[in-house]
């Protein structure tokens, strides 16, 4: 099992990379995934897509090549994102441009979003209504709002007594559903006909 965990904020030293390294570490320790592959958008790695992303750029293949192995070869995701504005960050909008439905299609994801107060909800409501049509990621029906999350999550000191143990609980049952969705839809996938050229993106 392999699970993959994209940070989708820009932000050096930000919260969500901090939640991502939590969930990473709590997949392993659990023995809920054998392998995690981490992938961060800090300080925005990806430029913007472009038409040579789809012309066969060679710049462009270097550049999503290897990102793409680790994703092809991953049972599903989970997905972290902050609030900004109300919204998902544009680089997170841009990772879901730059793959599409060879890497991500009928795989379970885990959406988990942060707030530094009491919001969160936005990046959930705008990742499954926008983000899943062409590329066919399967968003769990379960998912995280990490609200207040200076307080949280936190090695040693700085967590609040009340809310963290709730938010450790919470994330060991997020991610165990994760993986028996995980399960499940490898045996989906391994039937094959998926894929048809006629129906190439959703509608
Ligand atoms: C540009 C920007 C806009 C933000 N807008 C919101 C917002 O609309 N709602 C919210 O709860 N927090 C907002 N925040 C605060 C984030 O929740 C906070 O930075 C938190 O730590 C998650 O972001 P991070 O992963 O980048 O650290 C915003 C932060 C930035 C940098």
Same mark, same amino acid.
């Given at each position: 099992?392999?699970?993959? @965990? ?9 919260? &969500? ?5 939590? %969930? /990473?570490?709590?997949?392993? &320790?659990?023995?809920? /995934? ?6 961060? #958008? ?21 550049? #999503?090549?290897?990102? &793409? !192995?680790? #994703?092809?070869?991953? +049972? ?5 994102? *902050? ?5 998902? *960050? ?12 060879? !890497?991500? /299609? ?8 942060? &707030? ?10 705008? #990742? ?10 399967? $968003? @769990? *029906? ?12 936190? !090695?040693?000191?700085?967590? +609040? *007594?009340?809310? +963290?143990?709730? $938010?450790?609980?919470? /994330? ?12 499940? %839809? ?18």
């Amino acid at each position: 099992m392999k699970i993959a @965990i994209i940070n989708g904020s820009h932000r050096p030293n930000a919260q &969500s990379a901090k939640v991502a390294a939590y %969930l /990473a570490d709590l997949a392993l &320790s659990k023995g809920l /995934a054998d392998q995690v592959y981490r992938y961060d #958008l800090t300080d925005n790695p990806l430029p913007f897509w472009d038409e040579g992303v789809w012309q066969g750029d060679q710049a462009w293949e270097e550049r #999503l090549q290897p990102i &793409s !192995e680790e #994703l092809a070869a991953s +049972d599903g995701f989970v997905i972290v994102t *902050p609030e900004w504005h109300g919204m998902v *960050p544009s680089g997170l909008k841009n990772f879901f441009l730059l793959w599409s439905n060879q !890497e991500l /299609a009928h795989k379970p994801a885990l959406i988990t979003s942060v &707030s530094a107060g009491t919001g969160g909800a936005y990046p959930v409501a705008e #990742l499954r209504m926008s983000s899943y049509k062409n590329n066919r990621i399967c $968003y @769990i *029906p379960e998912q995280l709002i990490i609200r207040n999350v200076a307080r949280v999550l936190n !090695e040693g000191a700085d967590n +609040d *007594p009340e809310s +963290d143990p709730y $938010y450790r609980r919470r /994330a060991d049952y997020a991610l165990g559903l994760l993986v028996r969705y995980a399960s499940a %839809l490898q045996q989906m996938r391994s039937a094959g006909g998926l894929f048809d050229g006629e129906f190439k993106n959703g509608m």
